[in-house]
């Protein structure tokens, strides 16, 4: 089970970017189905989006049009660029991997998180 490490979380203005990382490896990108999950205080976790092993992609509509979830493979790295950020988008953010190449939910392999916060 590979490690998933996010990165590039940070405080930003409303209205504001932040793009997030996920370190995988090759292997877990190219192959298997990744998604970004968020958490805010006192709320469940939230699926942000997910990508497949062919690139299809989801949202969750709160945050279509805004984020867009992509991979480089060959970088072994998952990516959530966030644009026009809201604070209701104030989180912690993890990336996580399913076992195969389609989305069905299951995921099994997360990642520490990294905190975006969002003032207005």
């Known amino acids: 089970q590979v490690q998933l490490v996010e990165s590039g979380g940070g405080s930003v203005q409303a209205g504001g970017s932040l793009r997030l990382s996920c370190a995988a490896s090759e292997y877990i990108v190219s192959n298997i189905c990744m998604g970004w999950f968020r958490q805010a205080p006192g709320k469940e976790r939230e699926g942000v989006a997910a990508?497949?092993?062919?690139?299809?992609?989801t949202y969750a509509n709160s945050v279509k049009g805004r984020f867009t979830i992509s991979k480089d493979n060959t970088k072994g790295t998952l990516y959530l660029q966030m644009n026009s950020l809201k604070p209701e988008d104030t989180a912690m953010y993890y990336c996580a991997a399913e076992r195969g190449p389609y989305c069905s939910g299951s995921y099994w392999q997360w990642g520490q998180g990294t905190q975006v916060t969002v003032s207005s």
């Open positions: 990508i497949e092993k062919a690139g299809s992609t």
